[in-house]
């Protein structure tokens, strides 16, 4: 392939193809008819030699070489776009924008509460509000812009040609404790951790597997086990019950001070998850967008 064969128009396309997986969509992104993005993707297809992409329903799925290229596609067209831009400088302190975000109560309270704080004073007009995760439908509200962000808990990446995935912190599980509780003082053994009433809080599936795997290193009977349907039900539940509920460190520590919980010292094998920020490729070049994801990046819970 020759740089001759490949002029700007049909990069502009292909990185909109990347991001909408769709002609139609694309077409509308780029004020362009459907037959003619038809016509560049043929054309693309041709320079490249290879199909780019395969339709899978109503959507286009992209092949191992569009995949391979579109992170670099991707940078061409920032760059292109970057230098038609307006030379006014980007000023968060007049933006009037609302973002939506997909998370679990976790995030909730470990990041989107410090996120208001701190734009109350360099962003008084944008507002972020949190919306519940879905994991049937997240991935869709993200591409159809119900939703500008994703936060979730998960052991690993899972990166895809449309979404951005940002690690933002690694927590460890620990677990509470009442601070009345005989186990909140000392060191624990595992026949009087495993003798306990614990409570466990749902988590997504992966990491739920994971932690019940741990529980399972200290043969605590999961029948005996009480489940609990959110972050602040197992809370509740342990104070109540007078029971042990074993949760993200970052939760801990912001709920530090606020509920009679104390940790409790034992030899768990160590269990960790990551909490990665995610969005569509589509906001990559909106100002607005990237300097908000970089003040959430700022609200991530310290390793401390």
Same mark, same amino acid.
């Given at each position: ?105 976790? #995030?909730? $309270?470990?990041? /989107?509460?410090?996120?208001? &704080? ?8 944008? %507002? +972020? *509000? ?99 349907? #959110?972050? $602040?039900?197992? /809370?509740?539940?342990?104070? &109540? ?8 460190? %970052? +939760? *801990? ?52």
């Amino acid at each position: 392939m020759h740089l001759k064969e490949l002029d700007a128009n049909l990069v502009v396309v292909l990185d909109a193809l990347l991001i909408d997986a769709s002609v139609t969509k694309a077409a509308k992104r780029l004020g362009r008819s459907p037959s003619a993005i038809s016509h560049a993707l043929a054309n693309l297809r041709e320079v490249f030699a290879d199909d780019l992409f395969v339709r899978a329903g109503q959507r286009l799925v992209p092949t191992a070489k569009a995949l391979e290229i579109a992170p670099t596609i991707h940078v061409i067209v920032t760059g292109i776009e970057s230098l038609l831009r307006p030379a006014t400088p980007f000023d968060p302190a007049t933006q009037e924008r609302a973002f939506t975000v997909l998370c679990r109560e976790t #995030s909730e $309270f470990t990041l /989107l509460q410090p996120l208001r &704080e701190r734009l109350k004073a360099s962003a008084p007009d944008i %507002s +972020v *509000a949190g919306s519940s995760f879905e994991p049937e439908s997240w991935t869709e509200k993200l591409r159809l812009g119900h939703a500008q962000f994703a936060i979730i808990e998960a052991l690993a990446e899972e990166p895809g040609a449309e979404l951005h995935w940002k690690l933002l912190f690694e927590d460890a599980w620990i677990t509470l404790a009442p601070k009345n509780h005989p186990l909140a003082k000392g060191e624990v053994t595992q026949e009087t951790f495993a003798a306990q009433n614990h409570v466990v809080i749902t988590a997504p599936p992966k990491i739920q597997e994971h932690l019940l795997s741990t529980l399972a290193a200290y043969q605590i009977p999961f029948g005996e086990v009480t489940w609990a349907s #959110s972050l $602040f039900a197992g /809370l509740f539940l342990a104070l &109540e019950a007078n029971a042990l509920v074993t949760l993200p460190a %970052s +939760v *801990a520590k912001a709920v530090d001070g606020h509920l009679q919980l104390a940790s409790v010292r034992h030899n768990q094998p160590k269990l960790t998850n990551k909490t990665f920020l995610i969005w569509h490729r589509s906001n990559d070049r909106d100002e607005c967008h990237s300097w908000l994801r970089d003040e959430i990046a700022a609200c991530a819970p310290s390793k401390e």
